[in-house]
């Protein structure tokens, strides 16, 4: 069966630092997504990504956060410059329209020291 | 702005039922979804609903009221591995889902 995939499973960093979690989503999906879960908070929107660009983003999604599809497979999330609050398991998840259901990938979780 | 409720826990015995609610007020509705989480790893999707009435899915079933702004999750027959947080989710508008805290399901023997 079809699924997400996240690359690194855990990523460790250094406050300032720039990090880049990789996902590939399935593969005859269109719409791509980043989520957040801080441990023991609630899944968080980031951001939303169609046919290359952004459809929306929410307010955690600074500038210090950019999307990217590289190439026809991969979908990155960079966070230019991580603060300790960004610490968090960052899921990638995609759909096959934007009204179907999200599948997630299995997490990387980024500890900023 | 966008509230979704839930409870946060409950315990149940193998082999019983349990529903899990969730009320939820947002500007919008394109849908409700309900995820699956156990510690440590990612939401994997039980169930969609976005008109009224009850979706069922073998152990799981799903009811909407959009009136109401209300749904549950019913887990029959309940089995260890059953054990894990209960999410819900509310698509609102766009395609962002807006997710309740999770209700954690704890299955005794």
């Known amino acids: 069966e079809p699924e997400v995939t996240q690359t690194p499973s855990h990523q460790v960093t250094q406050m300032g630092q720039e990090v880049i979690l990789r996902c590939v989503p399935i593969s005859n999906h269109l719409y791509f997504y980043w989520y957040r879960q801080i441990l023991g908070q609630k899944v968080e929107f980031l951001v939303s990504?169609?046919?290359?660009?952004?459809?929306?983003k929410s307010e955690i999604f600074d500038d210090q956060f950019s999307v990217e599809r590289p190439d026809g497979s991969n979908f990155t999330l960079k966070i230019r410059s991580t603060k300790l609050e960004d610490s968090a398991m960052y899921f990638c998840a995609s759909s096959e329209m934007g009204y179907n259901e999200q599948f997630f990938g299995p997490g990387t979780r980024l500890t900023v020291l | 702005g966008q509230n979704i409720d839930q409870p946060t826990e409950m315990t149940a015995t193998e082999g019983a039922i349990v529903q899990i609610n969730c009320t939820y007020q947002?500007?919008?509705?394109?849908?409700l979804f309900w995820y699956q989480q156990h510690a440590g790893e990612a939401p994997t999707f039980l169930s969609y609903?976005?008109?009224?009435g009850l979706e069922e899915k073998g152990r799981f079933s799903s009811f909407l009221s959009r009136s109401k702004g209300y749904s549950y999750l019913l887990l029959k027959e309940l089995q260890m591995k059953d054990s894990a947080s209960y999410l819900c989710?509310?698509?609102?508008?766009?395609?962002?889902?807006?997710f309740g805290g999770g209700t954690r399901v704890l299955v005794k023997p």
């Open positions: 989710a509310v698509k609102a508008a766009g395609n962002k889902l807006t």
């Open positions: 990504f169609y046919n290359n660009e952004i459809s929306e």
């Open positions: 947002t500007s919008g509705f394109n849908g």
């Open positions: 609903n976005v008109l009224d």
